[in-house]
């Protein structure tokens, strides 16, 4: 079979159905890869920072990994802006969505909610409202969304500072999205890991 015989969906049989899963998991193995290549497109956008979104986006890793954040902490840090090349308005629910299935619940709310946290730096600049996270206010996760935000993103557009290239976040990509989807050890609803431990 090179293709499936159905032109609607509700005409394919059992056949077509199993010839499009062995087709999709194959395109799913390589998502790490896809989203690496996205990275590195996001350094052509917003213009205007000392550093692109990529860099931006190395050095929030870099800044995670230094601090000893664990591997679903430093893909977080590294793909939480993956959202601006497609959904300007709503980047951090984006890349949110992205993460959802392979890293811990604690780091995808945190990548969620990264745009109403860093408001609180410049929210007061652009009519917007500083304090747009205090609903949030008593979240399990508010402190670590503060976090992420004070140490990691806000801090992370610095053109002196010695951002690790993409190589070295390259393998933990694949491995975060090797992972099996949604399985709950990997998600572990409700627990939290530090963002610092033993500086590297
Ligand atoms: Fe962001
Ligand atoms: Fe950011």
């Known amino acids: ?24 998991v194959a395109y799913t193995r390589g998502t790490a890869a896809r989203l690496l290549k996205a990275l590195v497109a996001l350094d052509e956008s917003l213009s205007g920072y000392q550093v692109t979104r990529l860099g931006h986006s190395l050095q929030s890793a870099t800044r995670a990994w230094r601090d000893g954040a664990d591997t679903d902490w430093v893909a977080s840090a590294l793909l939480h802006d993956i959202g601006d090349i497609y959904a300007p ?9 992205i993460l959802r299935p ?7 709310w945190v990548v969620e909610k990264h745009g109403d946290f860093q ?8 009519g917007a409202d500083p304090h ?4 949030y206010t008593g979240h399990p996760y508010f402190d670590d969304c503060a976090a992420f935000c004070e ?5 992370s557009f610095d053109p002196g500072y010695d951002t ?3 190589d070295h976040f390259a393998p933990m990509v694949e491995e975060v999205f090797d992972r099996t989807p949604y399985d709950p050890a990997v998600l572990r609803k409700g627990q939290r890991e530090p963002l610092v431990t033993t500086p590297r």
């Open 151 to 155: 140490r990691w993103d806000q801090a």
């Open 1 to 24: 079979m090179k293709h499936v015989g159905f032109t609607q969906m509700k005409d394919g049989s059992a056949e077509d159905y199993a010839f499009l899963t062995e087709h999709e």
């Open 119 to 126: 408001m609180v730096y410049y929210g007061h600049h652009v």
């Open 102 to 108: 392979f890293v811990r619940e604690q780091c995808t």
């Open 89 to 97: 308005y709503n980047h951090d629910e984006y890349a949110a969505t």
């Open 164 to 166: 690790l290239p993409l």
């Open 132 to 135: 747009k996270r205090d609903k």
